[in-house]
T-cell receptor
Framework: DQQVKQNSPSLSVQEGRISILNCDYTNSMFDYFLWYKKYPAEGPTFLISISSIKDKNEDGRFTVFLNKSAKHLSLHIVPSQPGDSAVYFCAASVGTSGTYKYIFGTGTRLKVLA | NAGVMQNPRHLVRRRGQEARLRCSPMKGHSHVYWYRQLPEEGLKFMVYLQKENIIDESGMPKERFSAEFPKEGPSILRIQQVVRGDSAAYFC???????????FGQGTRLTVV
């Protein structure tokens, strides 16, 4: 049972344009969402997060949007750069106070074309 | 402040042998998570530990796999009698308090031959 879904396994975008990566979830108990970026042969690195009490969080070129009613979040990267080419994972956390675990999606491979 | 350290980075085992994967969390972090990534797949949750306690092991196979996070020393993921299907990248992550973001290590790539 995949509670966090990334339905697009890959995405290609021209340099300078916007990249939009999507993520859907099924568990309404999720209350914190994160995006990670992963290069080959490396561990995932944290990118940006959002709490369920917000609908938008911005950090430089990266913005995450959360639509709780649709159980959907998205990551916008603008402008996209070749160095953004990587696999992006969305994750959701669930648990009781102080003991949260992270459930990851299957990832979307972003390729930014120069 | 060193990041999450995993060793070894690469591990080759013959079928039937034991594999021990180590994870030293970031300084001050008492929550550790183990994930497995099979080729061309996402990160699958395996186990969540807090010092000396297993909080959630719902993602870990019931047989051959075990994990610990002792009071002193690194967290250990142990796989007994490895099979070819255990070949994967195993990632460890840590967080200071079980909330907010978790930080990942570089992973251990296990190859069973």
């Amino acid at each position: 049972d995949q509670q966090v879904k990334q339905n697009s396994p890959s995405l290609s975008v021209q340099e300078g344009r916007i990249s939009i990566l999507n993520c859907d979830y099924t568990n309404s108990m999720f209350d914190y969402f994160l995006w990670y970026k992963k290069y080959p042969a490396e561990g995932p690195t944290f990118l940006i997060s959002i709490s369920s009490i917000k609908d938008k969080n911005e950090d430089g070129r990266f913005t995450v949007f959360l639509n709780k009613s649709a159980k959907h979040l998205s990551l916008h990267i603008v402008p996209s750069q070749p160095g953004d080419s990587a696999v992006y994972f969305c994750a959701a956390s669930v648990g009781t106070s102080g003991t949260y675990k992270y459930i990851f999606g299957t990832g979307t491979r972003l390729k930014v074309l120069a | 402040n060193a990041g999450v350290m995993q060793n070894p980075r690469h591990l080759v085992r013959r079928r039937g042998q034991e594999a021990r994967l180590r994870c030293s969390p970031m300084k001050g972090h008492s929550h550790v998570y183990w994930y497995r990534q099979l080729p061309e797949e996402g990160l699958k949750f395996m186990v969540y530990l807090q010092k000396e306690n297993i909080i959630d092991e719902s993602g870990m196979p019931k047989e051959r796999f075990s994990a610990e996070f002792p009071k002193e020393g690194p967290s250990i993921l142990r796989i007994q009698q490895v099979v070819r299907g255990d070949s994967a990248a195993y990632f460890c992550a840590s967080s200071p308090d079980g909330q907010g973001e978790a930080f990942f290590g570089q992973g251990t790539r296990l190859t069973v031959v």
